[in-house]
Nanobody, 121 residues
Framework: QVQLMESGGGLVQPGGSLRHTCAAS????????MGWYRQAPGKQRDLVAA???????NSADSVKGRFTISRDNAKNTVYLQMNSLKPEDTAVYYC???????????????WGQGTQVIVSS
C-alpha cells in the first residue's frame, strides 16, 4: 500500500500565497512523476504541475510564472508553491504519485485525499 499525505491549502485573498506539501509513504520501490491535479466545482480534474524524479517539470499554462513545483526524492515529498493566487485557482487540489511498489513490476498512480483552496476577498 502507498499513502499520500497532503498538507497546505486553505482560504487566501487574491494575490496571496499558499504552499502545498505531499509526502508518499508505504511499500515504495521508486517514484516516477509526482504532482498535482485540481478540480473546480462542475469541472473536470486538470493537471496543475508535475515533476519527474530527475527534476523535469511540466505545468499548466494558467499557472506558469505563479506556481513552482519542487521535490525531495530522499523524502518522497513534493511541494507546490502557489503565488499571486487568483479566484480562478479555487479548487480541490489532489496530489498524485506514479509509484512502483516493492515486489510489483509495474507502476501505478496513487492519490492524496485532496485539499481545498479558496481564493476570495
Amino acid at each position: 500500500q502507498v499513502q499520500l499525505m497532503e498538507s497546505g491549502g486553505g482560504l487566501v485573498q487574491p494575490g496571496g500565497s499558499l504552499r502545498h506539501t505531499c509526502a508518499a509513504s508505504g511499500t515504495i520501490f521508486s517514484i516516477n512523476a509526482m504532482g498535482w491535479y485540481r478540480q473546480a466545482p462542475g469541472k473536470q480534474r486538470d493537471l496543475v504541475a508535475a515533476i519527474t524524479s530527475g527534476g523535469t517539470t511540466n505545468s499548466a499554462d494558467s499557472v506558469k510564472g505563479r506556481f513552482t513545483i519542487s521535490r525531495d526524492n530522499a523524502k518522497n515529498t513534493v511541494y507546490l508553491q502557489m503565488n499571486s493566487l487568483k479566484p480562478e485557482d479555487t479548487a480541490v487540489y489532489y496530489c498524485y504519485a506514479n509509484v512502483r511498489r516493492l515486489g510489483i513490476p509495474v507502476t501505478e498512480n496513487s492519490w492524496g485525499q485532496g485539499t481545498q483552496v479558496i481564493v476570495s476577498s
